[in-house]
């Protein structure tokens, strides 16, 4: 699992360097997002080697109920990963749509995946989004709501989470991950 902790620590530390280091951060310049997203896709790319190689206690499994749970919840999770990209009318109510629906992608991950390696990546993804709100919350205090989206935005949304969960779920399945049980 040291891939794994790996990985996730360095997708932390590349998100979180400009909240704690901000002067650092800013002296970079643009080389500084290149540097930041380098870091973010190490870390991702160590988290999938290390989830899939990782073994370790496996406290429940999957279940007909958490499965469908877990479905509503990602479909839920997309939903406002497109609705902060489009800032529809519920990215003008919430502050963070696209950290809110990491954790709602962590926790239904959570409620199928029952193991240690399951803990660690979506547990640890869970407490880096609350960490990362919370940080962001208090270093920005004032918070300005993007403008009102036509209507248009609105259905775009919709249908573009229907079909980004039809292509999550194709690759689920063909990683060998059934997604409707």
Known sequence: MTYLFLGLALWVAGHMFKRFAPGA???MGNAG???AALVILAGLVLMVIGYR????????GRHPATVGINNLLM???VYLFAVSGMQTGLARKMRHPMLA??????????LVNG????FVLFGGLL????????VINKSQPEWTRPAPAPKSKEIAALGGTVVLFAVISA????????VFG
Not at 115 to 118: A, Q, R
Not at 171 to 178: A, K, T, V
């Open 53 to 60: 190689a990782a073994d370790g206690a496996f406290l429940w």
């Open 75 to 77: 479909l839920l999770s």
């Open 101 to 110: 629906g990491v954790k709602v992608w962590a926790l239904a991950h959570l």
């Open 33 to 35: 997002k290149g540097l």
């Open 25 to 27: 951060r800013e002296g």
């Open 115 to 118: 193991d240690v390696p399951s």
């Open 171 to 178: 690759i689920h399945y063909w990683l060998g991950y059934p």
């Open 127 to 134: 407490a880096w989004a609350v960490v990362e709100m919370i």
